[in-house]
């Protein structure tokens, strides 16, 4: 099932805070994090683990919180260069390597 | 750096022609994936490979069959193309990690 990513879009101004939720109905192993450009491929972020400690950068981090099987993706003083689509991909408990995305959110961010 | 390699960046096919996406990663990877994306409907799971001659159906497998006779190669086939497959279709490539994807094949169907 097809986990449900909120907001849908979102745009900020240059160093503002943006967070994004990925929420499943289902038990899951593990979180992924993308984020895609207009006309590019999708890049990878991060992945977050059941059990595992938050992830991230200084300024994108995520966590996951296995008993709701939500995770969220923070990003901090965020830069014209985060400008994008997200998405979260979630694999349920099993370890297995396919992972379901949700529909993606777009992120946008003025000077 | 991983590279996952789509050969064909836009493609133009006829209804009912038999069309064949290929992808070719170059880190050995054991997973191989066939997405496709529609504007809001984010990405949708086609077929997944986790080694050599064995596949699984993924959440859309209808009208698409795959094939993988070599490791770092991993077919899509649209056996008789119709107009509803008109998307864009990414391949994956993942060792127990994160997805690396190629650049994407955009394919019209007319």
């Known amino acids: 099932q097809q986990p449900v990513q909120s907001p849908q879009a979102v745009i900020l101004r240059e160093g503002e805070d943006a967070v994004i939720n990925c929420s499943s109905s289902?038990?899951?192993?593990?979180v992924h994090w993308y984020r895609q450009k207009h006309g590019e491929a999708p890049v990878f972020l991060m992945i977050l683990l059941k059990g595992g400690e938050q992830k991230g950068h200084e300024k994108i981090s995520a966590s996951f919180n296995e008993k709701k099987q939500q995770s969220s993706l923070y990003l901090t003083a965020s830069q014209l260069s985060y400008s994008g689509t997200y998405f979260c991909?979630?694999?349920?408990?099993?370890?297995?390597?396919?992972?379901?995305f949700g529909k993606g959110t777009k992120l946008t961010v003025n000077p | 750096d991983v590279k996952v390699t789509q050969s064909s960046r836009y493609l133009v096919k006829r209804t009912g022609e038999k069309v064949f996406l290929e992808c070719v990663q170059d880190m050995d990877h054991e997973n191989m994936f066939w997405y496709r994306q529609d504007p809001g409907l984010g990405l949708r799971l086609i077929y997944f490979?986790?080694?050599?001659?064995?596949?699984e159906k993924g959440d859309i497998p209808e009208g698409y069959s795959v094939s993988r006779e070599k490791k770092e190669r991993f077919s899509l086939i649209l056996e008789s193309a119709s107009t509803n497959q008109t998307s864009m279709y990414l391949c994956?490539?993942?060792?127990?990690?994160?997805?690396?994807f190629g650049s994407g094949t955009r394919l019209t169907v007319v």
């Open positions: 994956a490539s993942s060792f127990w990690g994160g997805y690396t």
């Open positions: 490979s986790y080694d050599v001659k064995m596949k």
């Open positions: 289902k038990a899951l192993y593990s």
């Open positions: 991909g979630t694999a349920p408990q099993g370890g297995s390597e396919k992972l379901v």
